[in-house]
C-alpha cells in the first residue's frame, strides 16, 4: 500500500512559477513509476508527466514539455513537479499518481495507475 500527498499549489499569475510535491510512504517508491494527472472543471483528468523508477526516463504531455519539469528524490520519497510560466489553461487540480508496473505501455492513462494523492488546486490568473 502506498499513500500519495500532494502540496505547493496555489494561486500564481500567468508568467510565474509553482512546485509541486508528491510525498510517498513505503519502502519500495524506488521502484514505482511515478506520475502528475490533472483535471480542470467540467474536463476529463489528462495525464501531465510521468518519471521512471530511473528519474532520467520521463515523459510528458506535448503542451506542458518545455514548461514542466518532473523528478524524484527516491532518497526522500518524493516527486517533484516544477511548473515554469505557467498559463491560465494549466488551472486545474493536480493528482500525484503511482503504478507498481515498469511497463512503458499505458503510462499516460489514468487507469494504470494504483495509488492516487488528494490533489491540490493549481489556479492562473491572467
Known amino acids: 500500500q502506498v499513500q500519495l500527498v500532494e502540496s505547493g499549489g496555489g494561486l500564481v499569475q500567468a508568467g510565474g512559477s509553482l512546485r509541486l510535491s508528491c510525498a510517498a510512504s513505503g519502502r519500495t517508491f524506488s521502484t514505482y513509476t511515478m506520475g502528475w494527472f490533472r483535471q480542470a472543471p467540467g474536463k476529463e483528468r489528462e495525464f501531465v508527466a510521468a518519471?521512471?523508477?530511473?528519474?532520467?526516463?520521463?515523459y510528458y504531455l506535448d503542451s506542458v514539455k518545455v514548461r514542466f519539469t518532473i523528478s524524484r528524490n527516491n532518497a526522500k520519497n518524493t516527486m517533484y513537479l516544477q511548473m515554469n510560466s505557467l498559463k491560465p489553461e494549466d488551472t486545474a487540480v493536480y493528482y500525484c499518481a503511482a503504478r507498481s508496473s515498469p511497463a512503458i505501455v499505458g503510462l499516460r492513462r489514468d487507469s494504470a495507475y494504483d495509488y492516487w494523492g488528494q490533489g491540490t488546486q493549481v489556479t492562473v490568473s491572467s
Open positions: 518519471i521512471m523508477g530511473n528519474p532520467t526516463d520521463t
